[in-house]
């Protein structure tokens, strides 16, 4: 291996021997003479002889004896001596240069002083200087070097640097909640009134503030409509109820139990939402359907819009608003939880009352009888009537528990337009009286003479299980299902006799009450 190319190697301690490349089996040998070592090339780890590379190079005349040799040049002119005014070519170790590679022409050297490995520094003092063994540099002389300015990565301290993000975090949240106890105190301690955000508004209706279809919207349009009744009897009986104004005529529709205390003699005031009073008379009034209607001349309220009650769905939301207790205006909201519930209701006085009802668990309480039940696009759907209460609460301790009451309004509106029209209203009958503890059906236990059920063909211990396809399950069922329809319309009725199934077309008649 030759100087120019071998990559520096490791100094070697002086107890190893050295290692010496041999010659190039081909080559003569080395001259022992003193001028003729001087020019030989050097060999790995071997110090040049004394007085080396004091001759100084001639100046060149050309860039031609710097350029590499291939070795051919001198066998071709035969004669191994560089012309006069050149300097000599490397000598070749074979085909190869013993020198480094020169690329251009060199920069003037030092006199007497040839660099043993790349980097090696030059002398300082050119008088002085005398030539000295320079051992090579390691192989991984470059890699030191590279090592020695490097710098180590910094070590990683992960406590530290989350102590940091901690200590940063509590910083921004100390900020915080100093301003905002800084705005507290400010707003506490300020004298004048506090200026309110402006925003944008949510909703369309009078007031921005109001949403279109909320409770507040509903609210908004049906409380002007909503009035209060205060009723006094006769016989010296009180009554608080709810009702709704129906037309520009003044009428009002409610229940027939709020008002029937002053059927036979007595008062009845209307208050509206501005708490202004009026006297009401008592139009008419029907027990069948717990509904009646009083008129108010020159009332100054506006009059409801109606919705249609047969289009009302299990789970859709309704607003109740009444006077329950006695507190006018009260707005209560829920769904609709049932549709077509058979309830009856009655106070003892006058014939129950039986009702295809809508079933919500808006807040009904006493006091909200007569009211209305209305969706969220402000149209009355119900009007409120009953409320279940639970078994063993004696009378005056019964409120709501999630489970009230409203009659359609389809059925309530042409029960009031009979009322008005003629102050009582007729409701459709078969003509035959059913068993009211009877389960499992409604048997017949009367038939009246020339009744629709006689000219069906029913007898009593007939037990009727069926209605236009609809089950029926007890003798309340039965009489709230035919209530649903007008006198003059037929029905389908399945029954059973002797335990054989059997069916009738009825026409229904009407009765009036």
Same mark, same amino acid.
């Given at each position: ?41 050097? %060999? ?19 860039? #031609? ?43 003037? #050297? ?12 030059? &002398?300082?003092?050119?008088? !002085? ?20 300015? !490097? ?6 301290? !992960? ?12 910083? $921004?949240?100390? $900020? ?31 007031? &921005? ?82 509904? =009646? ?38 707005? %209560? ?26 079933? !919500? ?70 003509? =035959? ?48 299902? $035919?209530? %649903? ?17 059997? #069916? ?10």
């Amino acid at each position: 291996m030759t100087s120019d190319d071998a990559e520096p190697t490791v100094p070697t301690p002086s107890t190893e021997p050295t290692r010496v490349l041999p010659a190039e089996p081909s080559s003569p040998p080395a001259p022992s003479s003193p001028d003729a070592s001087a020019d030989s090339p050097l %060999t790995a780890l071997v110090p040049p002889p004394a007085g080396s590379g004091t001759t100084p190079l001639p100046t060149p005349s050309t860039d #031609q004896a710097y350029r590499q040799s291939d070795g051919l040049a001198a066998s071709q002119n035969g004669s191994t001596e560089p012309p006069e005014g050149a300097v000599a070519p490397p000598v070749q170790n074979g085909s190869r240069s013993v020198t480094q590679r020169s690329f251009g022409r060199p920069q003037a #050297q030092e006199p007497g002083f040839r660099p043993v490995y790349q980097g090696q520094a030059w &002398p300082t003092q050119r008088p !002085t200087y005398q030539p000295t063994y320079t051992p090579p540099p390691p192989i991984d002389w470059h890699h030191q070097q590279a090592r020695a300015y !490097t710098p180590p990565p910094p070590e990683k301290n !992960t406590g530290n640097r989350l102590i940091a993000i901690a200590a940063a975090v509590a910083l $921004i949240v100390a $900020i915080v909640a100093g301003a905002g106890a800084a705005a507290t105190v400010v707003a506490l301690d300020d004298n004048g009134p506090v200026a309110e955000q402006p925003g944008p508004p949510v909703g369309t209706g009078a007031d &921005p503030k109001i949403r279109s279809g909320s409770v507040s919207a509903v609210a908004n349009t049906l409380l002007p409509s909503v009035v209060q009744l205060k009723v006094e009897g006769s016989d010296n009986s009180n009554a608080t109820g709810s009702g709704f104004v129906i037309d520009n005529a003044g009428h009002i529709l409610t229940n027939n139990h709020v008002v029937s205390g002053a059927a036979k003699g007595g008062s009845i005031q209307v208050i509206n939402d501005k708490s202004k009073s009026w006297t009401a008379r008592l139009v008419g009034r029907s027990p069948a359907y717990d509904l =009646a209607v009083v008129q108010v001349v020159g009332l100054d309220a506006p009059s409801v819009q109606f919705g249609r009650s047969d289009l009302a769905i299990v789970g859709q939301d309704v607003v109740a608003i009444g006077s329950p207790l006695g507190l006018a205006g009260t707005v %209560t909201s829920g769904i609709i939880s049932a549709k077509n519930r058979p309830v009856t209701t009655g106070d003892g006085i006058d014939p129950n009352s039986y009702l295809s009802a809508l079933q !919500t668990d808006a807040a009904i309480n006493p006091g909200n009888s007569g009211g209305p039940l209305v969706d969220m696009n402000a149209r009355v759907i119900g009007v409120n009537s009953a409320i279940a209460t639970v078994r063993g609460a004696s009378e005056g301790q019964s409120g709501n528990i999630g489970l009230g009451f409203a009659i359609p309004i389809d059925q309530a509106r042409r029960t009031a337009q009979q009322l008005i029209a003629s102050g009582v209203a007729s409701y459709p009958v078969i003509g =035959a009286e059913v068993d009211m503890q009877f389960e499992g059906g409604a048997r017949v236990s009367k038939v009246s003479p020339s009744s629709p059920a006689l000219r069906a063909g029913l007898r009593v211990g007939d037990v009727i299980t069926a209605i236009d396809s609809q089950p029926v399950l007890s003798a309340e069922a039965l009489i709230v299902a $035919i209530r %649903t329809h007008q006198p003059g319309e037929s029905v389908k009725l399945v029954y059973e006799r002797g335990g054989k199934a059997r #069916q009738a077309s009825v026409s229904l008649g009407q009765q009036t009450g």
